[in-house]
């Protein structure tokens, strides 16, 4: 009956060494008030002066983007009034910012795509934070005049699910080009969700409700899915004027209910006007061309890996969804390991392993240690299955895969004289189920298999098992 209409707005902290119109270091997680100066403290008299780094950073997300990158863009004065902005107004760019345009691509596990319009990306300051203890809040002004680029997108999106894939391909791009840490948990990258709902076959555009700083996927598609509801119903109850007002709404992740915050501004209520402090911002063409050259981004990456290495598509998705991941991967491959069985012992095996806050970059085991027990699988001096008990055991213990298969006893047996010695103990003790073998009962033929291997204690080359089996059993 509904169709959803999503327009995400993203403020990503660029990761520059100092704020974007002071001197002042990025750092998170410093005492409060410590990071500040009479710049990001907005003192009469202080003036800005713009970070070049963050021009050269946002030329590099516009050029992933398919985007129009300005060469000239100006900085507004968005204002408003909150106790985490002392000068009474943001340093922001309104009328032309220095990205236009744009796209991202988003998939779907059907192998199906869809393109994500980009309107705009835009450099401006961050504001600092509110602390609440009961009745009483502080203000650590540390954040404030941190670099940001918003990135807003079209109402291009009509689910939840669509919205966490554009969200999930933006923080990939991201961390490729290595323009921000996009630390969600830290606030590196924030997400405002405007929702509206229309009947289906209609275009127009209804009122929207703003879900402000989402800062985990989980969230936002649940927050997202909350807000659909509440305006379906409020529809369908015939009090959708009343009850959905253009405002902004906060997300109680333990109610999972979103919540009234504020009305919403239009933009005529912030009286942008440029900032008399800041010239024009004028981007050199020897600028511009350097900061084009950008570093192969997740789409190129995917499509490489599987012409390369003969991977399923699918796999090369995973494996290049994150910028971590996919060095990892690279990594396993230079050092020797199988481009497939890397590909299952990296996605599979050493993620399902990743627990408790373990992430790839702070895994006990390494991409090198990972392809060092892949190639003792392809080498046959272990089976895959001790392979997975030499993994448990690394991830628990600072020891190597060759000194893990020798303690555990691991190694895999290829001696024919060895093998044969088992198999014959085995057939000599089950001649009635040879006899039915031979007589045209062939599953009979997996009882040998899983005997020999069991008296092996699984050490025994699979390969040479069945070949040796055949011999005898086909005599």
Excluded at 5 to 34: M, R, Y
Excluded at 37 to 56: M, S
Excluded at 395 to 420: C, F, H, P, R, Y
């Amino acid at each position: 009956m509904f169709e959803v209409v999503i327009g995400l707005e993203v403020h990503a902290q660029l990761n520059t060494k100092t704020k974007i119109f002071c001197n002042c270091p990025t750092s998170f997680g410093d005492e409060p008030n410590t990071n500040v100066c009479e710049v990001c403290l907005g003192l009469p008299g202080a003036l800005p002066v713009l970070n070049k780094e963050t021009v050269k950073k946002s030329i590099a997300f516009g050029t992933a983007i398919n985007a129009k990158v300005n060469k000239k863009s100006i900085f507004n004065r968005k204002n408003y009034f909150y106790p985490d902005l002392p000068k009474g107004y943001q340093i922001s760019q309104f009328e032309i910012p220095i990205v236009e345009g744009g796209e991202i691509i988003i998939d779907f596990e059907d192998g199906t795509s869809k393109r994500i319009g980009v309107t705009r990306a835009h450099l401006e300051e961050d504001a600092g934070k509110n602390i609440h203890h009961g009745s009483v809040s502080h203000v650590d002004l540390n954040r404030a005049g941190t670099p940001l680029l918003e990135i807003v997108s079209e109402p291009d999106m009509r689910s939840s699910e669509e919205a966490v894939l554009y969200l999930k391909k933006l923080h990939a791009i991201l961390r490729y080009l290595d323009i921000s840490d996009a630390n969600m948990q830290e606030g590196s990258f924030r997400c405002d969700a405007n929702v509206s709902i229309r009947p289906k076959g209609d275009t127009k555009l209804y009122t929207r409700a703003e879900i402000k700083n989402l800062n985990s996927f989980k969230f936002i598609q649940k927050a997202i899915d909350y807000e659909v509801a509440r305006q379906s119903a409020a529809w369908e109850d015939g009090v959708y004027e009343r009850d959905v007002v253009q405002e902004t709404r906060l997300y109680d992740t333990e109610k999972n209910e979103t919540r009234s915050m504020r009305g919403k501004e239009d933009s005529a209520e912030y009286r942008y006007f440029p900032d008399p402090d800041l010239l024009p911002v004028i981007v050199p063409d020897d600028m511009m061309e350097e900061c084009r050259k950008i570093p192969e981004l997740p789409d190129q990456k995917r499509d490489r890996l599987v012409k390369e290495y003969g991977i399923k598509e699918y796999d090369a998705t995973v494996i290049t969804s994150s910028v971590e991941m996919a060095h990892f991967y690279e990594t396993m491959i230079a050092e020797g390991a199988g481009a497939k069985n890397s590909t299952t012992w990296l996605t599979v095996e050493l993620t399902a392993r990743l627990t408790h806050g373990l992430s790839l970059l702070s895994s006990p085991v390494d991409a090198v240690k990972l392809a060092s027990l892949v190639k003792r699988i392809e080498d046959g001096t272990i089976s895959g299955k001790a392979a997975k008990e030499v993994l448990d055991y690394v991830m628990e213990n600072a020891i190597s895969i060759d000194e893990t298969i020798e303690k555990l006893g691991l190694k895999q047996v290829s001696d024919d004289g060895a093998i044969l010695e088992i198999i014959d103990a085995i057939i000599a003790a089950n001649t009635d189920k040879v006899a039915e073998y031979k007589a045209g009962k062939e599953k009979l033929f997996g009882f040998f298999v899983g005997q020999t291997m069991k008296e092996s204690k699984g050490t025994a080359n699979p390969a040479m098992v069945n070949d040796l089996l055949k011999q005898r059993l086909d005599n």
